[in-house]
RNA sequence: UCCCCGGUCGUCUAAUGGCAGGACGGAGGACUUUGGAUCCUCUAAUGGUGGUUCGAAUCCACCCCGGGGAACCA
């Protein structure tokens, strides 16, 4: 069991809880997760996270599991083509729920079983309100809701009409079965919330066998419940829907405790994540369909070209928090060019081809050039042959008439190599009677493959290029952003239109007649390239055939010539930052809530005027500490036994409130008295403040004696600077660099000493002395 | 308006009262038969005001900002 704990990383909050569990042995030592999708519509990158998390953990600690559970309670939206299109995507990012494939249709009987024991114990009961009569007897956030008039039926009659409902005697809506929690509660989900309705629905599983579908809020708990799910791991805004989810696990007969946590779902730059919002682009044909290569579906993903190991890899590299979080698309792009860098053959591929024809190469004759497939960093080995004759294709963008001055590329006079080639000089420009550029007349420099060129060849830089002759043609896609603002969702809400209105018009180009080099020609639909110097391209398993060569662009290559600007989404931020006026300060807001507060009964005014004349509190303490009975007798107790008055006010009003947790000053197992000899302990020097918390801390867990305490754990604070001097001496000659950092003008490392010294001495070193003799002795400049 | 959850470099994320660190991006440089990759250097943050503490991103108070919540959706 340790080791199971051990092997879990504590990457992020929720791996720590669920190591913290392993330790602790909370749920037997055993961890299941779950992953729990509803079958109405494609996963997408922001589920690749969850998948990550929940499946990651059941990877990383051995004997865990993690169960792939489709969430089909609404017959209405859900699909059995969707089932299946999930579990490819799961499967292809390289999950494996193995024998663990569950769906929540085939708990329905037990749900139903589940819904008669509530009735039975008086915790659910049949509401015959209209929908409408429902929502309007929930109340708002600011009022309560008031009671439903049906609230109060006998278990009998609850019973029965239930089991009326479930033998399909009413339509829909006639009755529904809620939960009997209650009506003023501050969270909504728990003002009686709706568990079964009627729905004469066919579900694509189950076909007419329910005419009764329970909620969300009921049937999640039962299903982790049922499969013994110990950590439940769901996005942030279902936080509130968690109060509900333990009533109902505490409220029916099971034997496992699954526990819910919450983290922030993964949202991407320029797209969408929302169901809604993604089946309206393949609905309205905005996009071919679910796996369109721009769509963040896992689908689309896949068919763009990305690598199930690099959505991992991203989605590890962000980690996992609670804050909410847009994240950069090109820290995707980052995660998919690190994976393809080492996995991509190269070839060249001409987008937009310009003829080139070499004047100096030998009429009709060519050659086949041995190319390698890797880069000289990249360790693989493999080559193909490149035809190369007098006549071949360069691209459009690799020719400039009037180049800028640090221009790499062909210029008229100007030399540049052809990737694993000859060097050319372009000599004449060609163009046609409406002036476009027709060809390009260069000249070569024989024998220059492999070697340098002769002098006078001054060579720019590199360029693709495929001969005109011994090239195929071919379809290549281009994709950019699907969106051209970040959050086209918040835009749409902010400005009152569509978010279809922010769709990108340029995020598919097809260029229809681009030319690539032969060796491609056989490989099967799917194969990955680099196009040198373009990007990274898959073949597109749709639409190649055999004799019809289609590629999407996956990503472009990092391009560090014509780079774009900074992050769009940070100004966007700072640009939505709303101007505001100076802040009251934290005094002034007192001031206001004191000149609004009632008055206090004349009792504890008395004493407030006499804990600040007689004991010398001042005003704001005073108050405080007279705001009730209790308070004000706790501190009176404390004094009485001896305490000092101003660091036991201090105390009471900072330190106390954090040790008592929600308890009560009357429920703590310690009273003013004990508290009383603390603060006298603290003032004598005994203790440390430090080590007094400690005290605390033990106090209000079992309630025994500070004196006690200290004697038993040997607390008593090290205050003298002849015990304190040698371990000084001691840590400041084990840190010698630091130590010279800090005399170099790094003063924060003071905090460092501190924590050294307070660590050897088990955290009872005075640290004003502490301090003060380390800030002597680091003072001096270091000694020989 | 009431309840709940959040707020750390431009972005994502560490730091469980003790050195504000890493990654992406950006800038500069080295190298280069990909303006790729790699390597080096630099850049840049604790929402605000008070309080507690020897010491606060961390604890407390108030404020500000963001998200979620009044489906018979999930």
């Given at each position: 069991m340790a080791s199971a704990a051990e092997s879990l990383e504590r990457r992020d909050f929720i791996r720590a809880i669920v190591a913290e569990d392993l330790k602790a042995g909370t749920h037997d030592g055993r961890v299941v997760t779950r992953f729990p999708p509803e079958p109405n519509g494609f996963l997408h990158v922001g589920h690749a996270k969850a998948l990550g998390l929940s499946f990651g953990i059941a990877e990383e600690v051995p004997g865990a599991r993690c169960h792939l559970r489709f969430d089909d309670t609404n017959p209405e939206t859900e699909d059995e083509a969707y089932v299946e299109a999930i579990k490819r995507d799961v499967a292809w990012l390289g999950y494996d729920w193995g024998e663990h494939l569950y769906f929540a249709s085939d708990y329905f009987p037990k749900m139903y079983e589940f819904a008669e024991h509530l009735v039975r114990e008086g915790n659910a009961y049949v509401d015959s309100q209209t929908e409408d009569e429902i929502r309007e007897g929930r109340g708002t956030v600011t009022e309560p809701g008031r009671p439903s008039p049906f609230r109060d039926r006998t278990v009998e009659e609850n019973l029965d009409l239930l089991r009326r409902m479930r033998a399909g005697e009413f339509s829909d809506g006639a009755h529904v079965l809620r939960g009997k929690i209650d009506m003023a509660s501050p969270n909504m989900l728990l003002r009686d919330p709706v568990l079964y309705r009627i729905r004469h629905a066919s579900h694509y599983r189950t076909g007419d066998e329910w005419c009764i579908y329970p909620l969300y809020d009921y049937a999640h708990p039962i299903e982790d419940a049922l499969e013994c799910v110990t950590h439940s791991l769901c996005t942030v805004e279902f936080e509130i829907n968690r109060a509900l989810y333990d009533w109902v696990v505490e409220n029916i007969p099971v034997e496992c405790r699954p526990r819910q946590y919450e983290f922030a779902r993964g949202n991407l730059d320029y797209t969408v994540m929302s169901k809604r919002m993604l089946l309206t682009l393949v609905k309205e044909r905005y996009v071919r369909g679910w796996d369109d290569p721009r769509m963040p579906t896992v689908a689309g993903l896949r068919r763009r070209g990305f690598t199930p190991e690099s959505i991992r890899a991203f989605w590890e590299r962000m980690g996992v928090a609670k804050t909410q979080s847009r994240v950069d698309m090109g820290k995707l792009e980052f995660a998919i060019r690190d994976d393809l860098n080492a996995k991509a053959p190269r070839v060249l591929c001409v987008l937009r081809p310009v003829r080139v024809l070499i004047t100096n190469y030998p009429d009709g004759g060519s050659e086949e050039i041995e190319a390698a497939s890797w880069p000289h960093d990249v360790p693989r080995e493999g080559s193909r042959r490149l035809p190369f004759s007098g006549e071949i294709f360069i691209d459009d963008d690799d020719f400039r008439e009037d180049p800028p001055a640090d221009w790499k590329r062909l210029a008229p006079g100007r030399a540049v190599r052809l990737r694993h080639g000859h060097v050319i000089r372009c000599d004449e420009v060609v163009r046609d009677d409406a002036g476009a550029i027709r060809e390009l007349r260069c000249s070569y420099?024989?024998?220059?493959?492999?070697?340098?060129?002769?002098?006078?060849?001054?060579?720019?830089?590199?360029?693709?290029?495929?001969?005109?002759?011994?090239?195929?043609?071919?379809?290549?896609?281009?994709?950019?952003?699907?969106?051209?603002?970040?959050?086209?969702?918040?835009?749409?809400?902010?400005?009152?239109?569509?978010?279809?209105?922010?769709?990108?018009?340029?995020?598919?180009?097809?260029?229809?007649?681009?030319?690539?080099?032969?060796?491609?020609?056989?490989?099967?639909?799917?194969?990955?390239?680099?196009?040198?110097?373009?990007?990274?391209?898959?073949?597109?398993?749709?639409?190649?055939?055999?004799?019809?060569?289609?590629?999407?662009?996956?990503?472009?290559?990092?391009?560090?010539?014509?780079?774009?600007?900074?992050?769009?989404?940070?100004?966007?931020?700072?640009?939505?930052?709303?101007?505001?006026?100076?802040?009251?300060?934290?005094?002034?807001?007192?001031?206001?809530?004191?000149?609004?507060?009632?008055?206090?009964?004349?009792?504890?005014?008395?004493?407030?005027?006499?804990?600040?004349?007689?004991?010398?509190?001042?005003?704001?303490?005073?108050?405080?500490?007279?705001?009730?009975?209790?308070?004000?007798?706790?501190?009176?107790?404390?004094?009485?036994?001896?305490?000092?008055?101003?660091?036991?006010?201090?105390?009471?009003?900072?330190?106390?409130?954090?040790?008592?947790?929600?308890?009560?000053?009357?429920?703590?197992?310690?009273?003013?008295?004990?508290?009383?000899?603390?603060?006298?302990?603290?003032?004598?020097?005994?203790?440390?403040?430090?080590?007094?918390?400690?005290?605390?801390?033990?106090?209000?867990?079992?309630?025994?004696?500070?004196?006690?305490?200290?004697?038993?754990?040997?607390?008593?604070?090290?205050?003298?600077?002849?015990?304190?001097?040698?371990?000084?001496?001691?840590?400041?000659?084990?840190?010698?660099?630091?130590?010279?950092?800090?005399?170099?003008?790094?003063?924060?490392?003071?905090?460092?000493?501190?924590?050294?010294?307070?660590?050897?001495?088990?955290?009872?070193?005075?640290?004003?002395?502490?301090?003060?003799?380390?800030?002597?002795?680091?003072?001096?400049?270091?000694?020989?």
């Open positions: 420099a024989p024998d220059s493959i492999s070697s340098e060129p002769p002098s006078g060849w001054e060579v720019g830089g590199a360029i693709h290029w495929v001969d005109a002759e011994g090239s195929l043609s071919c379809e290549v896609r281009l994709y950019d952003r699907l969106f051209t603002v970040p959050a086209p969702d918040v835009e749409a809400a902010e400005s009152g239109r569509d978010f279809t209105d922010f769709l990108n018009p340029d995020s598919l180009v097809v260029v229809e007649n681009a030319r690539i080099e032969p060796s491609v020609a056989d490989d099967p639909p799917g194969s990955r390239y680099q196009f040198e110097r373009l990007g990274y391209f898959i073949s597109d398993e749709e639409d190649s055939a055999p004799g019809r060569l289609v590629f999407n662009r996956t990503v472009t290559l990092r391009d560090t010539w014509s780079k774009r600007g900074g992050s769009a989404a940070g100004e966007r931020r700072r640009a939505r930052q709303p101007e505001r006026g100076p802040d009251l300060s934290a005094e002034e807001h007192r001031r206001l809530r004191q000149a609004a507060a009632p008055e206090r009964p004349p009792e504890l005014e008395s004493r407030r005027r006499r804990f600040e004349s007689e004991l010398g509190l001042d005003a704001e303490d005073a108050e405080l500490l007279t705001r009730d009975a209790a308070t004000a007798d706790f501190f009176a107790a404390a004094v009485g036994a001896g305490a000092p008055p101003a660091r036991t006010a201090n105390w009471l009003i900072n330190e106390l409130p954090r040790h008592a947790g929600d308890r009560a000053l009357g429920e703590l197992p310690f009273g003013g008295h004990a508290f009383g000899a603390l603060m006298a302990l603290v003032e004598d020097g005994t203790l440390s403040g430090a080590i007094g918390r400690e005290v605390l801390a033990e106090m209000a867990e079992s309630g025994a004696e500070p004196g006690a305490i200290v004697d038993r754990r040997g607390l008593r604070q090290i205050a003298d600077a002849s015990s304190l001097e040698p371990v000084i001496d001691r840590v400041v000659a084990a840190n010698q660099n630091k130590a010279a950092e800090y005399r170099a003008g790094r003063t924060a490392l003071l905090g460092f000493f501190m924590g050294q010294v307070m660590k050897e001495t088990g955290g009872k070193a005075s640290p004003e002395l502490a301090r003060r003799l380390l800030e002597e002795r680091l003072g001096r400049s270091a000694d020989r």
